[in-house]
């Protein structure tokens, strides 16, 4: 079966839960969708290397400090970034983690497939719960990877530097920030879709129209 998306509802759900019910959580979701391989608390923990009872152990809650390599090698085996077992992986916005059976890496078919331009559409957002679109800007010219992750770097440093000092004290730097985000797009891709840049245009066009005002019709 395809990998899905974690819901808000379920990061919602997973913001308030422990670790032995975020454990168990993606354990009985990535049963459903993988067809490879079973996540019976048996067959998990043969592969992991330890006692079903260590896992129904954790999952219960009797196992407060689980060892952190047992905690590491469980979220290798359901395929979610380890931060996903952890409290401070909530205590933001809504992150947007691939869950399920992984899907077959797309082959590059030529050098050039490792460039790319980087983007960004700027929107300003009222305290009132409204936004206002101001900027969709590119860079005019490839960038290889490298590239491409030290300039999304500044640009979430850029927007970083604008948090309360309480905030960022346990943040990880924006070049980290910015790694992870693109070693995810190839991990996975079912969480960053790639699509026609002319239909995004097609989709930025028809929705500011629908909200633009139209004015006075009189002569």
């Not at 454990?23 to 391989?37: I, T, V, Y």
């Not at 592969?47 to 390599?69: F, L, N």
């Not at 399920?100 to 960004?120: F, Q, R, V, W």
Request: aromatic content about 10%; cysteine-free.
């Amino acid at each position: 079966m395809p990998r899905r998306i974690l819901t808000r509802e379920e990061f919602e759900y997973l913001k308030t839960s422990d670790l032995g019910e975020r454990l168990k959580f993606f354990r009985k979701e990535a049963g459903k969708l993988h067809s490879s391989k079973a996540f019976t608390t048996t067959a998990m923990s043969e592969r992991v290397g330890v006692s079903h009872q260590t896992i129904i152990s954790i999952e219960r809650g009797d196992s407060k400090k689980p060892a952190y390599q047992l905690i590491y090698k469980i979220t290798q085996d359901l395929g979610i970034p380890f931060d996903a077992l952890t409290n401070e992986f909530y205590q933001g916005e809504l992150q947007l983690i691939a869950i399920g059976e992984p899907s077959e890496p797309a082959s590059e078919s030529t050098e050039e497939s490792s460039l790319s331009y980087i983007g960004a559409i700027v929107y300003q957002a009222f305290t009132d719960g409204m936004m206002r679109f101001i900027h969709d800007l590119q860079s005019s010219r490839p960038l290889d990877k490298e590239q491409f992750i030290a300039s999304l770097g500044r640009i979430i440093g850029e927007l970083e530097s604008l948090k309360a000092s309480e905030e960022l004290f346990n943040q990880p730097h924006p070049a980290i920030k910015a790694t992870t985000l693109f070693n995810d797009m190839g991990k996975y891709p079912d969480a960053f879709p790639v699509f026609p840049r002319a239909s995004w245009n097609e989709h930025q066009s028809s929705f500011i129209n629908n909200y633009e005002s139209k004015g006075d019709d009189k002569a």
